[in-house]
C-alpha cells in the first residue's frame, strides 16, 4: 500500500519557497526515525527514483520527507551554487525541527542524505553543523565529476561527527568503491559502505547476467531499513533532543 502523502511549503528565505513531500512511516513498522531526502542535479523530488525510494522506505517504517531545491522548484535547469543548495538543506532541517513538516518531530531521529548532489549537499550541511541530526544516507555519492578523479569532493567528509551510509554501485562513473573504500576508512565518524554488484550511479544493473532490478532496489532499500535499525532507530527508545 503506498505511502499517505502530506504536501508541505517550505519558506526558504523572504518571497522564496519549496514544496516538500512527507511519506508517512507504516504504523507497525514505524522506527521513530525520519529521512530527509534530497534530489540529484538533474531530477526533481518526483523522478521514478525518489518517489520510488520514498514510497518504500516509508513501508519500512522510515519516514520519509523529499524536497525540491530552489533551483528545481523554479523549473531551471541548472543547480544553484552550493551555499545556496545548503542554506535551503538547513532550512527544511529548521522546518522539521520546528514542527513544521511532521507531527510529533520531537520525539523522532532525522535523517538526512539524498541521490547524488542531494546527498553531497546533505554531507557539507553535516559538516557544518551536525546539530539535530542523527544519521546521514547518501544514495551514489559523487565523489568526482566523470573522468576526473583528481577533482574530489571527499575533504569535508572528516568534519562529519554522525554515522553516514553510502549506497554505490560497483560501476559508478562518480566513484567506483575502491576510489571510495579508503577515504572512509580515515574518517572518525562511522562510515559503511554499501556496493550494488554491477550498478551505475542510479543502481542500474545490466539486463544480462544480473539479478532483475526490482530485486536490486529491494535488497537497496532492506539495507537501508536494516542499517537505519541498528544505528539510529535503537536511539528512539528515549525521547530525541534537538536544539
Sequence with gaps: MPAMLRRVRVEINSGEAVTAIVYAAAPKSDMGVTLLLAHGAGANQTSVFMVRFAEELAARGIE????????????????????????????????FHAGRLTKHANQKQLMIGGKSMGGRIASQVAAIDASGISGIVMLGYPLHPPGRPDKLRSKHLSLITVPMLFVQGARDTFGTPPELQPILQDLKASAQLYVVEGGDHSFKVPKRGAPPQDEVYKTVLDEIAVWTRRTIGEKTRRPAIHP
Excluded at 520519509?64 to 545548503?86: Q, S, V, W
Design 64 to 95: 520519509t520527507i523529499t524536497f525540491n531545491f530552489l533551483y528545481m522548484e523554479a523549473g531551471r535547469g541548472i543547480p544553484d551554487r552550493a551555499d545556496k543548495l545548503e542554506a535551503c538543506y538547513r532550512s527544511v532541517i529548521d522546518a
